[in-house]
C-alpha cells in the first residue's frame, strides 16, 4: 500500500477488542438482517458478509428496531425468528472483521405517515407512530403530531434494548449499537431539549433528558459483560436552524438542536454507563444533509466537530461523513483528531474499496457520486436499497457473471455511462465489444454533469469506466459515429444502442440567439466559468436538477443566476433524495441565487427573458447576458426506421430507451449483460 495509507491499516482496540484496522463499515438504513415480519434477511446477510470480505475491520448492521413492529411482538420476543441471523455473524467473523449489531429505539417524530410506506414496511400506525412529548411536530408533515410515549413504555423500550442486546450476544455479535442518540430519530428527540418538552424522570435537565439512553447502555452493560461491546450513533451537533430548517456549511445560525457545548456533557454521561465507542457525526432529519452528505457538501464536512469530541473522550471515536477519500482519512487519523475512519456509501459503489486502498489501488475503486438515488431513495418506498453505480447491492446472488458460452462480436453505440458499463460487463464475459463513440472523450451527456467543479467524483466515475471498460477487452473507437443503419453494423452478431438523449427544445422566440445556450453547451464550453468570474448575469430557463445545479454553481462563484421554472416547485422529481434536494434548495437561498416558480418564458432577447409569474402579474423582464436552456432531455435513438435485411438484434438501454439517471443507465447495463 502506499505509505501515506499505513496508518489506516494499524489495528487498534475498542475495549478489549482488537479491530484489524481503522475502517467501519458504519449502519446504511435498509441494511438489515433481520426483516420487521421477524425473517431472518438472507440478502441482508450476503451484502453484509460480501462487505466483509471487502476488508472493512469492524461492520454494523442497518437498524434493527426494538420495539413492535408490524406483528406486536417486541424484538427481544423473536429469539427463534432471530436467531438465524447467526449465519451472518459467522461469514463475517470468516471474512476477518467484528460485527455490531445496530439497535433502535425507532423514528418518533420523523416516522413518515403514510400509509402506503406503512404497509410496505409491515408497520402499525399506533406502534410506531410516537414521539418523546404531545405536540411536536411531525418532520413529513408539520401539521401533524404523534403520541407522546408514557414513562412506562419507555421503561419497556430500555428493557427490550438490553434483552435484545442479550439476544445479539447470544447470535454471535462482538456488540451492539445504539441507535440513535443521532440523525432526529426518537432517542435522538428524547436528548434535545427543543423536542423534549417533558416534565418526568425523561425530560427537563441534561441527564434526566439523557436518562433513555444512559439507561439503555448501563443495562447493556450489566447484562453482557466488558467484552461486550457497546457503541454509541451520536451526533455532535444537530444542525437545526428549528423545525423543518437546517445550516448549510458555513452559516452563522443558532442552534436549535444539540448545540457543541452540550455534546461534552453528554459523552460523559455515555462514557460513565459503559460506551466502549462513540460513532460521530452531526445533522438530523431536519438538516438531513448532515448526517447523509450529498455531493454538494464538502469532503470531510463533518471532521471539525467530531474533532472537538475528541478532546472530551476517552474511548475511541469514529467519524463518518465524506470521507472516502483515503488521503484525506489517513491524515485526520495522524494528526489524531478521531481514531476510526466510518464509510458505507464508498463500499456500497464498491464492495472491495478497503481491499483496494491496502493494495495500493485506491484509484481502481468505483467511485461513489453521492446521489443518494438508490441508497437512500429506495429506503423510504419501503425497498431494499441499491447503489446508483452498483446494482448488484442487495442483488449479489441475482447479477453473476460467467463467461458466455458462445462469445458474441457485439457493437454498442455511444460511450456515455450505461455504453461502457455494459461493454465492461460483457467484454468481461468473454464477448468481443466494439464501442462507438462519436465524441473525442468517453463520458456521453454525463460529461456535462460532471464538468461542474463538485463533481469530482463524477469525473472520477466516467475515467473508471474507461479504464475497466479497455482492460476488460472492450475496442473504443472515439470520433466514430453511427448515424442510421450503417452498413458496417452488418459485421456484429448483437447491437447495443446506448447513444442516450438529447436535448429538448424550448419553442420560444429567441431560443436560436448566439447567447443562448443548452445545458450541457453551457457547462461543456466553459462559459459558465466565464460568466461566474465575471460576475455577469445568468438566466437559467429550468429549474430542475440540472438547472439548479449550474445555479449554484454560479452562485458561489461570484455569478448573478435567476431561475425560471415552469412547475411550482423547483426539482420536481420523486427519483431525487430529499438529501440532495433540500441542500441544493438551502444553498441556493444561502449563495443568493434568485429562483421563480410556475413561471412562463415568452421570449428571449439579446439582453433579457421575457416571462409571467405566478402571481398574475404583467410580464417580466429578467437580464440576461447568457440564457441556458435546461429544460431536461429527451431519448434519442440513431437506429430510426425498420432494419434492412441482414442487420443484427438491437438492444436499446439507458437514456436511449428512456431519460433517466445515472442508476437506471447502469441498472440497463446490468440486465442486459445477463442475457446479452
Sequence with gaps: MKKEHEILFTPMRIGPVEIKNRYIFCAVGGTHVYRNDGSYDASGGAHLVRRAQGGPGLMVTGDTVVAPMGDGRWLHEKRDDFLPVSRTVAGVHRAGAKILLQLSAGSGRVMPDDPEYLAACGLDPGLILVAPSEGLPSYWNPEKSYRALSAEEVYEYIHSFIESAKLAREAGFDGVEIHAVHEGYLLDQFTVAATNRRTDEF??????????????????????????????????????????????????????????????????????????????????????????????????????????????????????????????????LRRGLFDFVGVARALLADPDYVNKIERGEPDRAKPCIACHNACLVRIF????????????????????????????????????????????????????????????????????????????????????????????????????????????????????????????????????????????????????????????????????????????????????PSVLEAKPQLMDDPGLSPANRILLLD????????????????????????????????????????????????????????????????????????????????????????VV
Excluded at 447502555?217 to 461491546?229: D, N, P, Q, S, T
Excluded at 436511449?656 to 446490468?670: E, K, L, N, P, W
Aim: glycine share 12%.
Design 203 to 332: 425530560g427537563g435537565t441534561l441527564e434526566r433528558r439523557w436518562a433513555f439512553p444512559v439507561k439503555v447502555v448501563e443495562g447493556i452493560r450489566k447484562a453482557c459483560g466488558e467484552g461486550f461491546l457497546i457503541s454509541v450513533r451520536f451526533s455532535v451537533a444537530s444542525k437545526m436552524k428549528g423545525f423543518n430548517s437546517g445550516a448549510v456549511p458555513g452559516e452563522a445560525y443558532q442552534e436549535f438542536g444539540r448545540s457543541m457545548e452540550e455534546a461534552p456533557g453528554a459523552v460523559r454521561l455515555l462514557e460513565a454507563a459503559g460506551m466502549d465507542l462513540l460513532d460521530a457525526d452531526n445533522g438530523s432529519y431536519d438538516a438531513w444533509y448532515w448526517s447523509h452528505p450529498p455531493v454538494y457538501m464538502p469532503m470531510g464536512c463533518n471532521v471539525p466537530e467530531v474533532a472537538y469530541i475528541k478532546h472530551f473522550a476517552s474511548v475511541p471515536v469514529a467519524c463518518a461523513g465524506r470521507l472516502n477519500d483515503p488521503d484525506l482519512a489517513a491524515g485526520c
Design 381 to 560: 418506498r419501503g425497498v431494499d436499497p441499491s447503489c446508483a453505480v452498483n446494482p448488484q447491492v442487495f442483488a449479489e446472488d441475482r447479477y453473476t457473471y460467467g463467461k458466455a458460452e458462445k462469445p458474441l462480436r457485439i457493437a454498442v453505440i455511444g460511450g456515455g455511462v450505461s455504453g461502457l458499463e455494459y461493454a465492461r460487463l460483457a467484454a468481461g464475459r468473454g464477448h468481443h465489444v466494439t464501442v462507438f463513440e462519436k465524441e473525442g472523450t468517453l463520458g456521453g451527456s454525463f460529461r456535462a454533469a460532471a464538468a461542474l467543479s463538485f463533481k469530482e467524483a463524477d469525473r472520477a466515475l466516467i475515467a473508471w469506466y474507461g479504464r475497466h471498460a479497455r482492460e476488460a477487452g472492450a475496442d473504443i473507437r472515439l470520433n466514430m459515429e453511427i448515424r442510421g443503419w450503417d452498413p458496417r453494423l452488418r459485421e456484429y452478431d448483437a447491437v447495443v444502442v446506448a447513444s442516450g438523449g438529447r436535448p429538448k427544445a424550448l419553442p420560444v422566440p429567441g431560443a436560436d440567439l448566439p447567447h443562448v445556450f443548452t445545458a450541457a453547451g453551457y457547462l461543456l464550453s466553459g462559459r459558465a466559468a466565464a460568466d461566474a468570474a465575471a460576475g455577469r448575469r445568468v438566466v437559467i430557463v429550468g429549474g430542475g436538477l440540472s438547472g439548479c445545479e449550474i445555479a449554484y454553481e454560479l452562485a458561489k462563484a461570484g455569478g448573478c
Design 587 to 674: 444553498l441556493l437561498r444561502y449563495h443568493g441565487a434568485v429562483t421563480h416558480t410556475s413561471a412562463c418564458v415568452l421570449e428571449i432577447t439579446e439582453a433579457a427573458v421575457r416571462a409571467t409569474l405566478a402571481d398574475g402579474g404583467p410580464c417580466r423582464l429578467f437580464p440576461a447576458d447568457s440564457v441556458v436552456l435546461a429544460a431536461g432531455y429527451e431519448a434519442e435513438n440513431p437506429l430510426e426506421g425498420p432494419a434492412p435485411s441482414g442487420m443484427p438484434p438491437v438492444h436499446v438501454i439507458g437514456d436511449a430507451r428512456q431519460v433517466g439517471s445515472v442508476m437506471t443507465a447502469t441498472q440497463d447495463a446490468y440486465d442486459l449483460a445477463l
